[in-house]
Nanobody, 124 residues
Framework: QVQLVESGGGLVQAGGSLRLSCEFS????????MGWFRQAPGKEREFVAR??????YYVDSVKGRFTISRDNAKNTLYLQMNSLKPGDTAVYYC???????????????????WGQGTQVTVSS
């Protein structure tokens, strides 16, 4: 059974940086496309970034500030977040998708496995 565990969240001032990690277990990490989503209070969970055999994709609001990467040897997914804004405050989730396509696959229903989330709070 695939399990995902996020870490690295916290409280940071606007303009600061955080790096989130997602440890993958229970399967072959390299076979999966991986994504980051976030959910702010009272809002729906939204796509942030995805890394797959087909490429890397970001939501427009984080382009140039966030970087998704993976280390297949460590079974770990990362999200480097720079120039953080109060609007980035949310619970961040990593997710695994067995399907690699040229499409970005940004919907929650596209992903098969989810972590429990890590809180990111950006103060103004």
């Amino acid at each position: 059974q695939v399990q995902l565990v996020e870490s690295g969240g916290g409280l940071v001032q606007a303009g600061g940086s955080l790096r989130l990690s997602c440890e993958f277990s229970g399967g072959m990490f390299s076979r999966y496309a991986m994504g980051w989503f976030r959910q702010a209070p009272g809002k729906e969970r939204e796509f942030v970034a995805r890394i797959s055999w087909s490429g890397i994709y970001y939501v427009d609001s984080v382009k140039g500030r966030f970087t998704i990467s993976r280390d297949n040897a460590k079974n770990t997914l990362y999200l480097q977040m720079n120039s953080l804004k109060p609007g980035d405050t949310a619970v961040y989730y990593c997710a695994a998708d067995l399907i690699h396509t040229v499409e970005a696959r940004t919907e929650v229903r596209d992903y098969d496995y989810w972590g429990q989330g890590t809180q990111v709070t950006v103060s103004s």
